[in-house]
């Protein structure tokens, strides 16, 4: 994978991030009837990779921005054995890079970049009609444990 470069994004980075954020919102529309119309937008990009308390990175291929994640430190619920956990979102692979490995590579730098923060609970959402994405989680070690139902 020497080709590929995970890197801590930049503002420079913001085109092509939001232009990744509405290929996730393209991907989950079908998903979820929730969503309002578009144009809507799920992250506040700039003020993640402002934070100290996130970390947005990327994966670089030819110095191409091609595949993007971050994590972002969230207070837990007051009944959980943990005060704080690290969530993973923005997981967002363009199509033409999707099977190589990608997802991985920004996996395990987030969760290096949680541990450097002291958390070990990492969790993240994916949808129920999102078998590919389960199948990419469950890859790089994630366990189903909570679904979420709905009714209307």
């Known amino acids: 994978m020497g080709e590929y470069k995970v890197r801590q994004a930049s503002f420079e980075d913001l ?4 232009a990744f954020e509405q290929g996730v919102i393209e991907a989950e529309r079908p998903m979820d009837p929730t969503l309002a119309p578009d144009p809507i937008s799920y992250y506040d990009l700039s003020e993640l990779i402002a934070s100290e308390n996130a970390e947005v990175v990327v994966v670089e291929y030819h110095d191409n921005v091609v595949a993007s994640g ?19 979102g923005f997981m967002y692979t363009k199509p033409e890079f999707r099977g190589k490995g990608l997802n991985k590579l920004i996996v395990d730098e987030l969760l290096k970049w949680s541990a450097s923060k002291g958390l070990d609970e990492v969790r993240l959402t994916v949808y129920d009609d999102n078998p590919a994405a389960i199948r990419a989680y469950e890859k790089v070690g994630f366990k189903k444990h909570l679904i979420e139902m709905r009714i209307k």
């Open 70 to 88: 971050y994590a972002k430190i969230k207070n837990a619920l007051p009944y959980l054995n943990h005060e704080y956990y690290s969530y993973l």
């Open 15 to 18: 085109k092509v991030l939001l």
